[in-house]
């Protein structure tokens, strides 16, 4: 199986490459959770979620899919982040 077109967004620039998100995820700090298949976000960069459309609003104004059945996770891990 190849590896997909990855995009990594970050405050000021987008690096694109090519790899597995499975991999990826696997490498990163427990501040990121996979919200979709297709998207992991990092936790402390999360300004809303929008329960109603299945959408995660970023303190950058952009926006990725969420997953319902990734719903509770991911508001008891912000729960977790607001709370320290």
Do not use: W
Not at 5 to 33: A, C, M, P, T, Y
Not at 49 to 76: F, G, H, P, Q
Request: overall charge positive; some cysteine.
């Amino acid at each position: 199986m190849s590896p997909h077109k990855l995009i990594v967004h970050s405050l000021d620039k987008r690096i694109h490459f090519n790899g597995d998100l499975k991999e990826i995820e696997k490498r990163l700090s427990q501040n990121f959770i996979r919200c979709h298949r297709s998207f992991i976000v990092n936790l402390n960069y999360i300004d809303y979620v929008d329960k109603k459309n299945s959408v995660i609003i970023l303190k950058n104004d952009s926006t990725c899919y969420l997953a319902r059945r990734k719903l509770k996770v991911i508001l008891e891990r912000l729960a977790a982040i607001k709370s320290l």
